[in-house]
């Protein structure tokens, strides 16, 4: 008794000196944007709710598409529109290059040794580099394009094998683009078919997005960091030592065995080998940090939309009729489609960009921080603001998009409302991948992945919901995360439709 009085005494003394604290700091005196009267200490951290992405999105509804938030001692605006997405990331890109401290990056990035949090500056520039031209240049991608048919080759035959049937798609796809990449990084697969691993993995990287997009108390209350209110801290550090040990022994036994795959210098081989420009060779650490980045953003984002594409297709029957026939009629059904076909399907490149808009992978982007202060819009954004851009919100916004809460590829055609739309960071009102130096890295493997597998899907399956479902009742809720799960996964039956020949032969 006498330890939970002192520990509720410690507690009320912290929140109190926090609220002084919050009282006695200077408040700012130039226009900031609107937003909701924040509460006594925390701020408006209750603004955020469950599912962050949704609750800001109402806010801008509210406030308009810059809105202000105090987080405990935190300055924070919310970009809920193209427009003013620009000022940030192109008019001032370079003040906003930058990330703010997270426990995230802390606890689970080894300390911002990685590529995503690590700040704005030369190490920052060496590892995107390594990575854009060894895995994501055009030169890189052509070398490994054979890597990725075969493995969706093998996803289609397991889910032929799995006919009559009910299958979870995501465990499969998890399979496909793991292996994928896998073989890309360290020259191997490391997962097989209904390998009890991969569905561990897959849990690892969900709980890594989950905790990630979560609103640890101790990164805007500073005051309170020590007592770990929500157990985010220890949970974090125990997933941090699950995928050390997870990588330590892929790298054991890629020393091992002296590399992987014959014929392919794998990402792994030449960090373990080669140094830059200086000489430098990257420290195990500087490479455990940037192979989660791979492995974790290189898999569950692809992995979640494609997931999203195939329920959207499956409640919306002509639409997944129409990809349909334009796969049979460009590709046809004696074998299965390739990423050189690619380019000539207009529709699966349509339906993939508006899943990308209503299913963004990273609904809310990683957050960056404002290096200076600046006025955007007419409003002054304080040195140290965090910086969040509601890529879901933007894609949804009604003053650009026409009935922006529906599915209709057609948007993308000639004649819809946005035929010349670039999601590749040109279009600041679809920027699934972000835009901007920050922008994703992975971002043309990740588009070529995505396509690739839908085009498959469509190509070789039909599709029916599992326990015999109607397709209305198809739940499409999200769930909370840094990446936007579905709340529930998606259980089909996958049917073939082509001659047995064609995926035997691929």
């Known amino acids: 008794m006498l330890i939970l009085t002192s520990l509720l005494y410690t507690l009320i003394t912290a929140l109190v000196l926090c609220y002084g604290l919050l009282n006695l700091r200077p408040r700012h005196h130039k226009r900031l944007p609107p937003g909701p009267t924040p509460w006594p200490i925390v701020g408006n951290l209750p603004h955020l709710g469950t599912i962050p992405h949704q609750s800001l999105g109402a806010l801008a509804k509210k406030y308009g598409p810059l809105v202000y938030l105090r987080l405990g001692f935190i300055d924070v605006v919310a970009v809920a529109s193209g427009s003013a997405a620009i000022q940030f990331l192109k008019v001032h890109d370079m003040n906003f290059a930058s990330r703010p401290p997270t426990s995230g990056a802390k606890h689970m990035a080894y300390n911002y040794h990685d590529l995503v949090f690590a700040p704005y500056g030369p190490r920052w520039r060496m590892l995107r580099k390594i990575c854009a031209v060894n895995i994501f240049s055009a030169k890189a991608l052509a070398n490994s394009h054979h890597i990725r048919q075969e493995e969706v080759a093998i996803l289609t035959r397991a889910l032929v094998g799995a006919e009559g049937s009910a299958v979870k798609l995501s465990e499969h796809v998890n399979v496909c683009t793991t292996n994928a990449l896998a073989r890309v990084l360290v020259g191997k697969k490391i ?26 108390i101790g990164d805007f209350i500073p005051a309170l960091d020590w007592m770990d209110l929500q157990a985010g801290t220890k949970r974090m550090k125990k997933l941090q030592l699950w995928f050390d040990s997870f990588f330590n022994t892929i790298f054991q036994q ?36 940037l192979f989660l980045n791979l492995f974790t953003a290189g898999t569950d984002p692809a992995n979640t939309t494609v997931e999203w594409a195939l329920a959207q297709l499956i409640r919306h029957p002509r639409v997944l009729k129409q990809a349909q026939e334009e ?3 460009i590709v046809g059904r004696d074998r299965l489609v390739t990423e050189l076909d690619l380019s000539q399907l207009t529709f699966i490149q349509a339906t993939v960009k508006e899943i990308f808009r209503l299913h963004p992978g990273t609904p809310l982007s990683i957050p960056r921080i404002a290096s200076q202060s600046c006025e955007i819009d007419g409003y002054y954004i304080p040195k140290g603001s ?33 035929p010349n739309a670039d999601i590749r960071g040109h ?80």
């Open 191 to 216: 997962f097989g078919n209904n390998d009890p691993k991969a569905d561990e993995f897959k849990e690892k990287v969900i709980e890594l997005m989950v905790l990630g997009g979560e609103a640890n």
């Open 254 to 289: 890629h020393k091992t065995h002296n590399g992987g795959e014959s014929g392919h210098v794998d990402l792994l081989t030449t960090l373990m080998h080669e140094g830059d420009r200086e000489g430098r060779k990257l420290s195990d650490i500087e490479i455990k940090a």
């Open 327 to 329: 796969m049979d009629t």
């Open 386 to 418: 965090t910086i969040l851009f509601n890529l879901w919100a933007i894609a949804r916004d009604p003053k650009i998009w026409t009935d922006p809460l529906e599915f209709r590829p057609t948007r993308f055609l000639p004649g819809g409302e946005k």
């Open 427 to 506: 279009d600041f009102d679809i920027m699934p991948f972000g835009a901007g130096r920050r922008m994703c890295v992975g971002m043309n493997l990740g588009l070529r992945m995505v396509q690739l597998l839908v085009a498959t899907l469509v190509q070789a399956f039909d599709w029916e919901l599992a326990n015999g479902l109607e397709t209305h009742k198809l739940n499409m809720d999200e769930a909370s995360g840094l990446t936007l799960q579905r709340a529930e996964p998606l259980m089909v039956h996958p049917k073939p439709r082509l001659a047995r020949h064609v995926y035997e032969s691929a």
